[in-house]
């Protein structure tokens, strides 16, 4: 049930599953600051930019979980392997 809702949360917050979304929100993004819309740098930004922030939630989440309890910590390496 723990590797389930860490999944879901996740999932909910990287949105991998939406690369249109995030084409949508960059673009905006970058017209309401006043940039030129440029579809390169839109896509190397979506392809990369979900990544890293999954990496990065993803280490936060084991970095405190380790605090609190260490079977937690075994759940997350068996739901990742």
Request: hydrophobic fraction near 45%.
């Amino acid at each position: 049930m723990k590797a389930f809702f860490i999944l879901l949360l996740t999932d909910l917050c990287i949105g991998f599953h939406s690369p249109h979304g995030w084409e949508i929100v960059i673009s905006s993004c970058l017209e309401h600051f006043g940039f030129v819309h440029n579809k390169h740098v839109i896509s190397c930004f979506v392809s990369t930019f979900p990544v890293i922030l999954d990496t990065v939630f993803k280490y936060l989440i084991f970095r405190h979980l380790n605090r609190i309890s260490p079977s937690i910590v075994a759940t997350y390496h068996t739901m990742n392997e």
